[in-house]
């Protein structure tokens, strides 16, 4: 699905890695409306140096015993607990919720049944569960001058598989991950965001990336600092529109069905 990488640092991958942020593979809506999802599009992100490869966790994680199954497909769509494990993931618990759909050559939108959609993120502290994720592990915070420790997180699950269903539904629950510094001395730190890779029968893999907003996020604030400058999201080559379009709004799930997490609606559009 994606070729290993060696002896990479996520520094240098993240750098030159941005050369592909220009293509557009995709729409995105923040809303439910389709009337919003056919105006919007979003911009195809990059798949960064963690994607959970087999061999590489340092904690092993693998729900599903079935080994045909690649380790990213090996989980559920809830990263917030591990089956076998009696804790649960640090941090501060969210939903990511919307469809995926399918926008033909003649303007229709059609919902995608069984469209496999891989989601994984950092730990609330920072950190990915993979072996190349070694550097900078202790930082000062950019604000408060504290000291930020990444660490793993053994109750964290870090990825996760979704399968829509027969509407395009899925949904997942994860937790806010942390942001780490790529490069201190230009202040660039790489703010909160969940990466998803998206696969439909007859359709181009989708790789994009989510980020947060809300006032109810802890450290809302010091987040839009984050957003405001990084170099993959506000890459040149992406609109304002495009830009915005990928950072999205969570809060208390107004139809009181997610209630131990804020919620944020996050829906695809695939295309040829």
Known sequence: MKQ?????????????????????????????????????????????PFFPDEGDPVHEVREN???????????????????????????QTV???????FKSSNGAMEPQRGAVIIMWNASASGRYNHRGDID???????????????THDENFQYWGRAITDIEGNYWFKTVVPGFYPVDIEKGWYRPPHLHFM?????????????????????????????????????DQRLSTEEQENVIVEFQSDPAGKFTDGLVGQYDFVLGL
């Open 4 to 48: 290993k990488i060696e002896n990479l640092s996520r520094r240098n991958f993240i750098k030159t890695g941005m050369g592909a942020l220009g293509t557009i593979a995709g729409t995105l809506a923040t809303g439910s409306a389709f009337s919003q999802v056919l105006s919007l599009k979003t911009p195809r992100q990059t798949l960064g």
């Open 198 to 234: 998206i696969m439909a029968p007859g359709i181009p893999q989708l790789v994009t990336q989510l980020y947060f907003k809300g006032e109810q996020i802890e450290n809302n604030d010091f987040l839009k600092s984050l957003n405001a400058k990084d170099l993959i999201l506000r």
């Open 136 to 150: 900078t592990t202790r930082f000062k915070h950019p604000r408060t001058g504290e000291w930020v420790e990444r």
């Open 65 to 91: 015993l079935d080994f045909r199954l690649p380790v990213s497909e090996a989980n559920d769509n809830d990263l917030t607990f591990i089956k076998g494990h009696s804790g649960k993931a640090r941090g």
């Open 95 to 101: 939903y990511v919720k919307g469809k995926v759909l």
